[in-house]
């Protein structure tokens, strides 16, 4: 049977420019940035054109100068996404004139999207490229490991020194717990699915400590990368990082309760590192603690989520929802500290909330969608015993449910930090299953 073509790279690579190539690093160093340095790194550029904005329309661009480019028009699950891209766009259109530019900066929540047909592209236009990321991210875990214990000391220990972006109130270095907690439940995958499959006890003991401090902190984010590392641990069982991980951990935790330690930990959250905080986070997940604060902030979401169900399900904007635009937090009565919050800590319930039933209908069939399809291909690679392919789907797979898993309990996807790299993981897996059915051979470089 012979394979479809290969759609040629693009006009430009004809001219020596090879745009495709040059945007997928300019899209790795900006997904980096987001990783390591956050909201900070995102005002990075001229209002209102910052460095999420920038890379879109470069994307865009990079997207139709590839021949070939409408292949990635027809995926299944590129097709899955168009009913979402419409639906968002009637709840847009009619707020424009009400909202002005606050409809599009919410609208990015599905707009973003359009990462997902760009990276597909761009990896479809040359399948070996799939190899060149698995290289990059074996650089890029690294720098990360080390870099966020040196930015959590720099933003909590020596914030006032922080200087700010001239046009805004907002420091150029940010960390966010979450976020992090989320990359790092990423890395493990990748330790886990075989990429290093002898991750060394520095490396662990480095993660484990983020993930302390990080956990200590934000319980959503560590809830993410609890439930990415079980799930990865199912799926590999004998994998060496995960049980260096959890032994430590464990020993850990041990030492916390034998030494009573207690270590404040700065930011105004009231944490501190120690035995009882763990038990605090753990209890006011799974039942009730004596911390006031941490029951508070789970008693708030909830009341606001139940708001949103009885305005959208049981209410009047059952089929429109508010639309984007407005500020949900004011709107509803939930704002609280600086007043820049926009959306519930849920990003299926900012969709209900603006798309109403039918909008968190077509969200949900999406996702589901997608993830079945990487699952279906996981276990026929698994099945045919193609360990390349078998890593990969795993690694994407997990790393697209941590994003969602951490979605759920936070302001996440809705914003450029979180949202540019959970579509770009989105489109690498729609790239991925065309060319693990049409190109097999692509990931035959991989060590």
């Known amino acids: 049977m012979q394979m479809p073509a290969l759609p040629q790279v693009s006009t430009a690579a004809r001219l020596d420019i090879d745009l495709p190539r040059r945007f997928l690093i300019f899209l790795a160093i900006v997904l980096a940035g987001y990783a390591i340095d956050g909201r900070g790194f995102a005002y990075l550029g001229v209002p209102p054109l910052f460095i999420g904005e920038i890379s879109l329309l470069l994307g865009v661009v990079t997207f139709l100068s590839i021949n070939g ?105 940010q960390l966010k717990e979450g976020d992090v907690l989320v990359h790092l439940a990423g890395i493990i995958c990748f330790w886990i699915a075989g990429y290093e499959k002898d991750a060394k006890w520095p490396w662990v003991a480095l993660m484990a400590g983020c993930v302390a401090i990080m956990g200590v902190i934000d319980r959503a984010g560590l809830i993410t990368f609890l439930i990415v ?7 590999r069982p004998k994998s060496i990082p995960p049980w260096r991980l959890g032994t430590m951990i464990v020993l850990s935790l041990f030492l916390l309760w034998a030494s009573d330690l207690k270590i404040p930990v700065p930011g105004g959250k009231d944490r501190e590192v120690s035995f009882q905080q763990v038990v605090d986070n753990i209890m006011s997940i799974t039942g009730q603690s004596h911390k006031v604060g941490l029951e508070g902030t789970k008693e708030w979401r909830l009341e606001w989520w139940t708001d949103i169900v009885n305005y959208t399900i049981h209410g009047k904007y059952f089929w429109s929802g508010k639309g984007f635009g407005v500020n949900l937090a004011d709107d509803d009565g939930y704002q609280v500290g600086d007043g820049t919050l926009r959306s519930p800590h849920n990003v299926h319930m900012t969709i209900l909330a603006r798309t109403g039933v039918p909008g968190i209908l077509i969200w949900a069939a999406l996702h589901l969608f997608y993830g079945s399809t990487l699952l279906l291909n996981y ?54 299953i065309w060319i693990y059915k049409n190109y097999p051979e692509a990931l035959n470089e991989l060590e």
């Open 69 to 173: 480019w409408w292949r990635v028009l027809t995926l299944p699950q590129a097709v899955a996404i168009y009913p979402l891209f419409i639906c968002g766009l009637i709840a847009t259109i009619p707020y424009i004139s009400v909202y002005g530019f606050d409809t599009f900066r919410d609208a990015v929540t599905y707009g973003y999207s359009i990462f997902a047909f760009v990276i597909a592209a761009v990896l479809m236009s040359e399948p070996t490229r799939l190899v060149k990321l698995i290289q990059w991210y074996r650089k890029f875990w690294r720098v990360f490991l080390c870099a966020i214990p040196c930015i959590y000391f720099i933003t909590h220990f020596l914030h006032d020194a922080i200087p700010k972006w001239p046009f805004a109130d907002q420091h150029i270095i």
């Open 229 to 235: 590392l079980g799930l990865c641990m199912v799926l």
């Open 379 to 432: 276990l026929r690679a698994r099945m045919a015993g193609d360990e390349r392919w078998t890593k990969f789907f795993m690694f994407v797979f997990a790393f697209w449910l941590a994003f969602l898993i951490n979605g759920s309990f936070d302001v996440f996807i809705e914003g450029p930090m979180g949202g540019i790299w959970f579509w770009t993981i989105v489109g690498t897996g729609m790239a991925s």
